[in-house]
């Protein structure tokens, strides 16, 4: 079987992910599952006081030290995620664009897309919307937005 790549999870003391990195490429020695494995990107992500990810930060470049994995990393994108009061995931956004403050994670950050969970009475997931576009008035996350797909599920019993 041939290998074209894989996820390498790296975990705290805790067993909490702490990292997520795809690799591409085998490396210099041609063989998979090593140090010297090609990555293409990796994912940090930071969980809130509930322990559920707050933040998931994507990096797809090693930086100007061309040494993967340090602070030099430049961000390529990051998901943010939010819960109801029920602590159901009710909308994941992810942000594609350090906004006009150079800043990242700041309010002015560029939309790329959004998900938005809809639940029932019984927690029940009933649908997923996915949004790319901000539709005519151009302001994410009121109702002229116009989804891209719409996922249904069983009705709430």
Same mark, same amino acid.
């Given at each position: 079987?041939?290998?074209?790549?894989?996820?390498? +999870?790296?975990?705290s003391?805790? !067993?909490? %992910?702490?990292?997520?990195? &795809? #690799?591409?490429?085998a =490396? /210099?020695? @041609?063989?998979?599952?090593?140090?010297?494995? %090609?990555?293409?990107?990796?994912?940090? *992500?930071?969980?809130?006081? !509930?322990? +559920?990810v707050?933040?998931s930060? &994507?990096?797809?470049? *090693?930086?100007?030290d $061309?040494i993967?994995?340090? @602070? !030099?990393?430049p %961000?390529?994108?990051?998901?943010?995620?939010?819960y109801?009061?029920? =602590?159901?995931? $009710?909308r994941?956004?992810? #942000?594609?664009a350090?906004g006009?403050d150079?800043?990242?994670?700041?309010?002015?950050?560029?939309?790329?897309?959004?998900?938005?969970?809809?639940? =029932? $009475?019984?927690?029940?997931?009933? =649908?997923?919307?996915?949004?790319?576009? *901000?539709g005519p008035?151009? %302001?994410? #996350?009121?109702?002229d937005? /116009?989804?891209?797909?719409?996922?249904?599920?069983?009705? !709430? +019993?």
């Open positions: 079987d041939d290998v074209d790549g894989y996820y390498d +999870f790296t975990y003391t805790e !067993d909490v %992910i702490t990292r997520v990195a &795809e #690799f591409v490429g =490396g /210099p020695d @041609s063989l998979w599952f090593g140090d010297d494995d %090609i990555p293409s990107n990796y994912m940090v *992500p930071t969980l809130n006081g !509930d322990d +559920f707050e933040r930060v &994507e990096y797809g470049d *090693p930086g100007a $061309s993967w994995f340090n @602070s !030099d990393d %961000i390529a994108s990051y998901q943010q995620f939010a109801d009061s029920a =602590g159901l995931l $009710s994941e956004t992810r #942000f594609d350090a006009t150079g800043n990242w994670f700041t309010s002015d950050d560029v939309v790329d897309s959004y998900t938005q969970y809809n639940y =029932g $009475s019984n927690d029940n997931r009933l =649908g997923v919307s996915h949004y790319s576009d *901000p008035d151009s %302001i994410w #996350f009121n109702m937005d /116009p989804p891209r797909e719409r996922d249904l599920y069983y009705p !709430d +019993f």
